[in-house]
């Protein structure tokens, strides 16, 4: 990128607060910049999520040059602290992490009063780019060439680097996967050789780097250049993977997506991968559904439409039939798509089975039911007749129907 251009960029979107904390910093005779993420994603012309602020100051000189200010113990162990202004700033001390023993965590950081320290700690170019307004951007390692090549480079050499923290393996795929950053060669190759390293970390650390790997807008290009990442997180997946370029035309919701790669392995083989990897319950539910609903016969015709959509939100119909026709392709599917378009735009969907007009107060009190299991019976009844289209969904309609149900 065209350095005026990427400073006038920058310049344009830092906001006013961390500026102002930057300043203060500065006159107390510090050093002060944005840091990692928050550049990078400004400088691709995101929005950066938050601004996160490097500083030679430690913890306490932080703390005594904001009297006033509300202020978070976020990470004091490891120099990081959060300062509440027009939103919350996390600052750092500049550090250097020590020796890796586990490949997870540095033994021990040490603060430091160096920036390039600090940033050559920092795992690709890209995220090793930092700036203040009177230094403008310091990119010691080429990130700016990389970020306008679209590339991913370890800082320093990839084997050390991602053998430090494993987890770097999983943040460069969800790089690539969501801001298209390829892995340069030496990079690439360092993620496929460590990737039996993926099994030292944390569920929660993985969990959240897979999602949003998985999720990213570039998916299909990631995952299918490194099909073997995903095989040593999963390791069931072997020989059952479906198209992995296809996973873009799924909507980015990552309970969709990994039905979708479980699509072929089988119900059983995506429960326990997930329960292996110890995902959240409620994410192995939520996928767990999507694809049972997935590999169902997809309805033909409306009133079987009708009924599938009796059994689950037309939302996740749609989920379903996106899933099944990324991994089968069937003209069959594709009719079922257009089919539930349809009914959708027409208004011909069903009621929920909570939106029927009667109520079983309301049989009862008409003398059609008596309280107990007759009631749902009832209300089952209704419930299918308004589906079919045999009843209208209102409650006048729905008690004479009920009354002259049985006679000829
Ligand atoms: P995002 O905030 O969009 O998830 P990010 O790159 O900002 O992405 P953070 O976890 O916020 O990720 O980390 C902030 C910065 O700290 C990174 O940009 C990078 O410079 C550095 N960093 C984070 N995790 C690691 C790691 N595992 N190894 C080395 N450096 C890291
Ligand atoms: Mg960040």
Known sequence: MDRKKAEKRIEAEAPAGGREILSRLREAGFCAYFVGGCVRDALLGLSPADWDIASSARPEEVRALFPGARILPTGLRHGTLTLLSDRPYEIT??????????GRRPDRVAFTRSL????????????????????????????????????LRCVGDPEKRLSEDALRILRGLRFYS??????EAATAAAMRALRGRLSVLSAERKEREFCLALSGRYAGEAFSAFPDLLTALFPALEGALPGLSLLDRLSPEPEERTAYLFFFA?????TSSLRETRFP??????????????????????LAMRRFLAGISPDRAEAAFRIRFAALGDAETLRARELLARLRSENALPPRREELAVSGETLISHGLAREGPEVGRALSLLYRAVVDGEAENSEKALL???????EP
């Not at 969501?178 to 892995?183: E, G, T």
């Not at 319950?281 to 409306?302: G, T, V």
């Not at 004479?400 to 049985?406: D, L, P, V, W």
């Open 93 to 102: 001390t500049f550090r250097t992490e020590g020796r890796y023993g586990d």
């Open 116 to 151: 390039e320290e600090d940033l050559s700690r920092r795992d690709f170019t890209v995220n090793a780019l930092a700036w203040s307004p009177e230094r403008g951007i310091v990119d010691l390692f080429s990130g700016l060439a990389d970020l306008e090549g679209r590339v």
């Open 178 to 183: 969501v801001y298209r950053l390829a892995p």
């Open 266 to 270: 089988g119900e059983e083989t995506l």
């Open 281 to 302: 319950r409620r994410f192995c539910e939520r996928a767990l559904l999507l694809r049972r609903a997935a590999q169902a016969a997809p309805p033909r015709d409306r």
């Open 400 to 406: 004479s129907y009920y009354k002259r149900r049985g």
